[in-house]
């Protein structure tokens, strides 16, 4: 059974300030993939990045960057100099043959 | 290009009434899924399509919720007979192929009210 969880339901910063979202997986495969997607008010969820088991390192894109660390099953998630416009639910999830969700993390950036 | 195009955006019925929702995915992907998102929750996978086929629905409620996809594009998700616990929004989602690298490209959705 796969399981995805973000244990921080909301998190609430000021625009500058840098915010990290956290997220533990629990899966017996051993190749499978994680993601992280976007979910702003609009409702529609925008795919931001994807990493395959075998692959630990970090990643950086603009303002984004993720941390994966297999011994800790995490995969987080920062956002450096966050802004307004980041506000939105950011959903972690895990495919190992089927996609799992985390239930979510609202972050709301305050001007 | 085109994303996942779905309708209606909103519904609104009276338990006990059926209810359809159709998904147009981007062209050319062969894989296509349903999703049932709960208020507060994540998205939980309903059923995965390849080509016209069914690849998983085991999570897929059969008593009252029927898909199809016929000719292997559109896809139709039905509700038959609602009940409030339905309440949610339904996403499509679509992809190249029905492997775990391959990235899900998601609709807007149908948000469901069921009275």
């Known amino acids: 059974a796969q399981k995805v969880t973000q244990a921080q339901t909301e998190i609430s910063v000021v625009e500058k300030e840098d915010v990290t979202l956290d997220c533990v997986y629990e899966?017996?495969?051993?190749?499978?993939?994680l993601f992280w997607y976007k979910q702003p008010p609009s409702g529609e969820l925008v795919f931001l990045i994807r990493?395959?088991?075998?692959?630990?390192q970090n990643e950086i894109s603009g303002r984004y960057s993720w941390n994966f660390q297999k011994s800790t099953s995490s995969f987080n998630f920062t956002i450096t100099a966050s802004q307004v416009v980041d506000s939105a639910v950011y959903f972690c999830?895990?495919?190992?043959?089927?996609?799992?969700f985390g239930d979510g993390t609202t972050l709301t950036v305050k001007p | 290009e085109a994303g996942v195009a779905q309708s209606p955006r909103y519904k609104i019925i009276e338990k006990r009434q059926s209810v359809a929702f159709w998904c147009n995915p981007i062209?050319?992907?062969?894989?296509l899924y349903w999703y049932q998102q709960i208020l507060g929750q994540g998205p939980k996978l309903l059923i995965q399509?390849?080509?016209?086929?069914?690849?998983?629905d085991s999570q897929l409620p059969k008593d009252r919720f029927s898909a199809e996809r016929l000719k292997g594009v559109d896809s139709t998700l039905k509700i038959q007979p609602a009940k409030l616990e339905d309440s949610a929004v339904y996403l499509c989602?679509?992809?190249?192929?029905?492997?775990?690298?391959?990235?899900?490209?998601f609709g807007p959705g149908t948000r469901l009210l069921v009275l």
């Open positions: 989602a679509s992809s190249l192929a029905a492997v775990v690298q391959e990235t899900q490209y």
């Open positions: 899966t017996r495969d051993t190749t499978y993939y």
């Open positions: 990493r395959n088991s075998f692959d630990e």
């Open positions: 999830g895990l495919n190992a043959g089927k996609s799992t």
């Open positions: 062209s050319g992907h062969a894989t």
């Open positions: 399509f390849q080509n016209n086929g069914v690849v998983d």
